[in-house]
């Protein structure tokens, strides 16, 4: 019954096609500034690629490999390693571990690069201490690594990006088979066995999705690498842009760093190609956990207390110090100002991305598969473009439609309109939208797909159109996923740098921008507080995502 209702919702409501124009509309201007940095790149008003290619090319494509390798590593060691010791051991604080891993999450990286230079740097407390124990004079007498280095990058962005592969990890632990598990102890293999023979197998699909998100966001980050001086992808986009003035060249970096978020889609799917596991009987029986004793107790302790002690205990006690210590010179007009810009922002950009999918998701419900659905995933193509890339695709289309009006209102009118999109805050919360729609699109599509499409034929036949339906019937059910979904939005927005630092319009500064302006001053006492009110806000998702994680099945 419950099949022919939701195909006669469907086919009543093929008769209103506006809902599938709209969809396709959306995902027309979504798409937009990729394909705006690919046709600059093919068609550049200077050609400067063989120089780049000569000269600075090779090196921005090597600190970005060996970059992603080693960040890589380094979430996939950690992630992978601190979800299995909380689902399936037994220690003392496993329990407290389960949502204390996921603060480092909070914790933007440029934020966590700013205080970790500050504390290991030569006039820092750490050489300061060695200094006056060992009775060191000089930094001859000693040797520390560089923190302000490619590999200072590694560890410090493994350090906040490792909870995207604990996250998916520990979900795909909680969700093996207790049957298959206690197979696997009856023939004998132990833990180590039964993890690289049985969990490891079924949760490779959502460990390469996890890999795949720290890779992106790796991909994305600007403030850690160009304050460290190391010359990415990222780097080089704003070193030509801005620096060489030569926006096409930009844009053909730009089509580079996409053939690296291609690759890494691409290792996505193949780390989950072919792979289907299914849970019949006892999936909601507690799993059978391992009892740890002796060292390995302490041994799991020290594993799990590490990340978060470096990854957010450190970086919030030195931000809270030094918030404290630069209270009076960080709060100052600027400073609030800053915050309402990113607060308002963030609204905007949260409830434009939750109408857009809103939109694009009951569409797709509308109209079932085909259009729609290629629609939906063409708008969410936005969260794998690194932020300088959207940058410089949102101004290009911007830039042309701006001049296009004025040459048009001076032909006509004899007046100059000046920018009407480019450089504003329209455009700010455009690629906002863009970059961050698939989060909404995901949160709202989860919602809207638990409603029963019965009430859709029940409503229908009663003589409701779909957008009564929608605001009178659905939205106060989903109404909990989309508040989750704005949350989300506007938290992710907050830590947003590259593309801000592009598009903001001149003397408009946001808490991110204005922390990456103070610490490039080498101000970073000052800038504690806007870093301080950026990981603030940034727990309310990690806190969403803990309790999300809370209501699965526990481990025996």
Known sequence: MSVLASRGAVFAARRDTRWLVAAVAVAALVVMP????????????????????????????????????????????????????????????????????????SMPAYVIAYMYTDLLQYAGP???????????????????????????????????????????????????????????????????????????????????????????ETLNDFGTVDYFAVRTLTAGIYDTWLGMGNLGGAAQIASL????????????????????????????QPLPGYTLQGWKKYGALAACTLPVLAGFVVPMAVLGRYALIYFEQSWTPDFREDAANSFILSAFAAFAALAVALLITY????????????????????????????????????????????????????????????????????????????????????????????????????????????????LPLIRGGMLAAALIVSVDRMTELPATLILRPFNFETLATGVYQLASDERIGEAALGSLTIVLVGLAPVVLLSRTISRARRPG
């Open 363 to 474: 569409a797709r419900r509308l109209h079932g598969r085909g259009v729609t659905a290629v629609a939906a995933r063409l708008a969410g193509l936005g969260y794998a473009v690194p932020g300088a890339v959207l940058a410089i695709g949102v101004i290009v289309p911007f830039a042309a439609f701006d001049n296009a009006v004025d040459a048009l209102a001076r032909q006509w009118l004899g007046v100059s309109t000046g920018l009407l999109l480019s450089g504003t805050a329209f455009a700010i919360i455009f690629a906002y939208v863009v970059r961050f729609l698939a989060v909404a699109i995901g949160q709202v599509e989860s919602s809207l797909g638990k409603v029963s499409p019965s009430m859709d034929m029940a409503a229908r036949t009663l003589g409701f159109r779909p957008l009564e339906v929608l605001l009178r019937h659905h």
């Open 34 to 105: 990729v394909a705006a940095v690919l046709w600059l790149a093919l068609n550049p008003v200077e050609n400067i690629w063989p120089h780049l290619v000569r000269t600075v090319l090779g090196h921005y494509v090597y600190n970005t490999v060996v970059l992603m390798l080693g960040v890589g590593a380094a979430v996939l060691v950690t992630g992978v390693s601190t979800a299995w010791l909380v689902t399936m051991c037994r220690f003392p604080g496993r329990r407290q571990f389960e949502w204390l891993l996921l603060l480092p999450l």
């Open 126 to 216: 750490v050489q300061g201490a060695i200094r006056g124990l060992f009775g060191y004079t000089t930094s001859r007498d000693y040797w520390l690594p560089e923190v302000r280095s490619l590999g200072g990058a590694i560890m410090l962005m493994g350090l906040v990006l490792y909870p995207y592969v604990f996250l998916l990890a520990r979900a795909a632990f909680l969700e093996q088979s207790a049957a298959m598990l206690e197979a696997s102890r009856i023939l004998g293999r132990g833990p180590w066995r039964t993890f690289f023979s049985v969990s490891l197998p079924v949760a490779r699909p959502s460990i390469a999705v996890g890999v795949a998100l720290a890779l992106m």
């Open 257 to 284: 760093m996409l053939l690296f978020v291609m690759a890494l889609i691409g290792i996505e799917r193949f780390g989950r190609r072919n792979i289907v596991y299914y849970q019949q009987g006892r999936q909601l």
